[in-house]
């Protein structure tokens, strides 16, 4: 199993709000930035969100990133068909001394 | 633009090794380190390790201690990543994805499904 835990899924309804959360420890998350990829399916993962809350050029404002001691969480407001997809996280641990990953989060836009 | 273009999909009888490559344009090479994660069918990724294609430092997860070798050229702008002693458990897509020194993983490849079967 993954070292960050995330939901297997979420879902919302276009226009919507969704969270998706990311628990880790204080080895990584706790400690470390946090950042969090979109995939959408037969992709590679796509850089949303990193050191936490940055978004790169590009990604629309309407995702949002933060963090609060060992949990993470991304935001994404207004929510669109085309958001549907696994979202995962990452952050480096310095136990382990490698990138860990969530499980993903499968977004299903209703 | 910053490209990663990965070498083709490749199927391995276990036991054997592979190797993947990743051929990097659009910036410049040795400024941003190489990471290699893999993504089995419907799994989430797993990270197995990162080089410096400036100095050649490695560093590897737990898991491929032994089995894995990341190497590179920078006289064609390539990174490389050998995983010996396949076995099914090794079958899945693999990408390079590349980070600033020390941060985060921004830039991916399309990935390269590697698939182990007798």
């Known amino acids: 199993q993954s070292v960050l835990t995330q939901p297997p899924s979420a879902s919302g309804t276009p226009g919507q709000r969704v969270t998706i959360s990311c628990s880790g420890s204080?080895?990584?998350?706790?400690?470390?930035?946090v950042s969090w990829y979109q995939q959408l399916p037969g992709t590679a993962p796509k850089l949303l969100i990193h050191?936490?809350?940055q978004r790169p050029a590009g990604v629309p404002d309407r995702f949002s990133g933060s963090k609060s001691g060992t949990s993470a969480s991304l935001a994404i407001s207004g929510l669109q068909s085309e958001d549907e997809a696994v979202y995962s996280c990452?952050?480096?641990?310095?136990?382990?001394?490698?990138?860990?990953f969530g499980g993903g989060t499968k977004l299903t836009v209703l | 633009q910053v490209q990663l273009v990965q070498s083709g999909a490749e199927v391995k009888k276990p036991g054997a090794s592979v190797k993947v490559s990743c051929r990097a344009s659009?910036?410049?090479?040795?400024?941003?380190?190489f990471n290699w994660v893999r993504q089995a069918t419907g799994q989430g990724l797993e990270w197995m390790g990162w080089m410096s294609p400036k100095t050649g430092d490695t560093g590897y997860g737990q898991k491929f201690q032994g089995r894995v070798t990341m190497t590179r050229n920078t006289s064609i702008n390539t990174a490389y990543m050998e995983l010996s002693s396949l076995t099914s458990e090794d079958t899945a897509v693999y990408y390079c994805?590349?980070?600033?020194?020390?941060?985060?993983?921004?830039?991916w490849g399309r990935g390269t499904l590697v698939t182990v079967s007798s």
């Open positions: 050191s936490n809350h």
């Open positions: 994805a590349r980070g600033p020194p020390g941060g985060e993983i921004h830039d």
């Open positions: 990452a952050s480096w641990d310095g136990t382990l001394n490698g990138w860990v």
């Open positions: 204080g080895s990584n998350v706790g400690s470390k930035f």
């Open positions: 659009g910036y410049t090479f040795i400024n941003y380190d």
